[in-house]
């Protein structure tokens, strides 16, 4: 049987902003690779800067910087609920794990992709 539906409450949309940015948090305070990814990002967002890059490489450039921290977000997440369920080895666990890091891997491939692109096409017009 579903349950029914709460009333929509302010307060309540209120909250879950603050649970999301908590979330946030917690992942750039407690994971390592969250460090690298913020790294990365300050180098291709300085990278940018200097090469004047336009407006549509803009997106681009930062769509790539979100898609990897949401998918490094959604690892994160996967990694701490298949640990609160069971610490022992479980093929099903490492498979789940397994898969989630890889979704960051192909989010951060995509991500030197764009890097790629843009700045072959601004070496070109440099030289």
């Known amino acids: 049987m579903s349950q029914k539906k709460k009333p929509f ?7 879950s902003f603050k649970y999301a940015f908590n979330g946030l948090y917690l992942m750039l ?6 460090w690298i990814h913020c790294l990365a990002a300050i ?5 940018g800067w200097f090469l004047e890059i336009s407006k549509v490489e803009w997106l681009f450039v930062l769509g790539a910087i ?3 921290f949401a998918l490094e ?3 994160t ?3 701490h609920l298949c640990d609160a369920v069971t610490l022992e080895d479980n093929p099903h666990i490492k ?11 192909v989010g951060a491939i995509f991500a030197l992709v764009v890097a790629g692109f843009i700045i072959y096409n601004h070496w070109e017009q440099m030289f």
């Open 9 to 15: 409450s302010v307060k309540e949309r209120i909250l």
């Open 29 to 34: 305070r407690n994971e390592h690779n969250a």
């Open 43 to 47: 180098v291709a967002i300085t990278g």
């Open 66 to 68: 979100f898609l990897v």
């Open 73 to 75: 977000m959604i690892n």
């Open 77 to 79: 997440a996967i990694e």
């Open 95 to 105: 498979i789940a794990k397994d898969v989630a890091a890889g979704a960051v891997l």
